[in-house]
């Protein structure tokens, strides 16, 4: 129950977050168990940036729900740059996607601020997803070639938990524009990804 109230705590604190001014988007709440991925956004100036896609896998890698992805990158965009998030686009399946099938998980860019996505622990079928461990995903195309991948485990059935997750960059250099670095302003598109598992309430 404490584990329950301080996770909660921790949803109104993000919630408040995303209520704010900045134009951030309004993220509802189920009233049962769920998973809520946050982070933070920054939106950047350019081209061949701010793409990125949010998603679930079980622990065998294998694809257990899109929760959103960008819709440049979901309606086409892939083809014309196929280095655009391109993990979850392999993982998505989406080159098999139907067009009602890809608008159902994409969205536009958002504006910046505070981002929340919530998992209400089905499948893409809707179905309830058994306990267990299942990972998530938050993949960001920060510039051209040069892209972030955060991932994290969340154990469902365990009980309200906060689980960071690790941020993996890979930086490459493409038609004679270099590679991305760590102290790249780009870095900042997308930080501070946590889940928040909501369990047992009551």
């Not at 461990?133 to 009980?159: A, C, H, M, P, Q």
Request: with cysteine.
């Amino acid at each position: 129950m404490i584990r329950y109230i301080l996770a909660m705590a921790l949803v109104l604190i993000l919630l408040s977050a995303c209520a704010g001014g900045n134009g951030e988007t309004e993220t509802i709440i189920p009233e049962g168990d769920h998973v809520l991925i946050s982070f933070d956004y920054e939106k950047q100036s350019g081209f061949s940036s701010n793409q990125f896609a949010v998603w679930i896998e079980d622990m065998d890698g294998s694809l257990v729900k899109t929760l959103y992805a960008t819709r440049f990158t979901a309606s086409g965009g892939y083809q014309k740059k196929p280095d655009t998030i391109p993990l979850w686009v392999e993982r998505s399946g989406l080159a098999s996607m139907t067009k009602s099938e890809a608008d159902a998980v994409s969205g536009a860019t958002p504006r910046a601020g505070a981002l929340s996505y919530v998992w209400d622990l089905t499948g893409a079928n809707g179905d309830a997803v058994p306990p267990g461990e299942y990972r998530f995903f938050v993949e960001g195309s920060l510039r051209w070639k040069n892209r972030v991948l955060y991932s994290g485990t969340v154990d469902i059935g365990g009980g309200s938990s906060t689980v960071p997750a690790d941020a993996e960059y890979f930086y490459e250099g493409s038609d004679g524009r270099p590679a991305l670095t760590d102290d790249a302003d780009e870095n900042a598109m997308i930080r501070n990804v946590t889940a928040i598992i909501i369990e047992d309430r009551r």
